[in-house]
Nanobody, 120 residues
Framework: QVRLVESGGGLVQSGGSLRLSCAAS????????MGWYRQAPGKQRDLVAL???????NYVDSVKGRFTISAGNATNTVYLRMNSLKPEDTGVYYC??????????????WGQGTQVTVSS
């Protein structure tokens, strides 16, 4: 069974920085991609940043130049460095990993979410 554990959320003033971490544990055969999603109050969960197995990255336009997604040296660890935070970045951030537990079994796994609150 795969488990994703996130950390690093909190309360920060506008213009501040935070770094989110997500570590996956369990029997993992291969990781295809890792990403961070954000769910603002009363809104749907949307993709913020994605990193592929090969290291290519993609960001939603609203965070380009401010957020950086990276994979850790430890297998199946992903980070999200968030700089110049704005109140509209507030929400619950979820880690997602597209991985396979065997050659025939591939699925998306979610972390429990970590709250990020940016005060103006």
């Amino acid at each position: 069974q795969v488990r994703l554990v996130e950390s690093g959320g909190g309360l920060v003033q506008s213009g501040g920085s935070l770094r989110l971490s997500c570590a996956a544990s369990g029997s993992i055969y291969v990781t295809h991609a890792m990403g961070w999603y954000r769910q603002a109050p009363g809104k749907q969960r949307d993709l913020v940043a994605l990193i592929s197995h090969y290291g290519s990255t993609n960001y939603v336009d609203s965070v380009k130049g401010r957020f950086t997604i990276s994979a850790g040296n430890a297998t199946n660890t992903v980070y999200l460095r968030m700089n110049s935070l704005k109140p509209e970045d507030t929400g619950v951030y979820y880690c997602n990993e597209d991985l396979a537990t065997s050659i025939l079994s591939r699925s998306h796994y979610w972390g429990q979410g970590t709250q990020v609150t940016v005060s103006s």
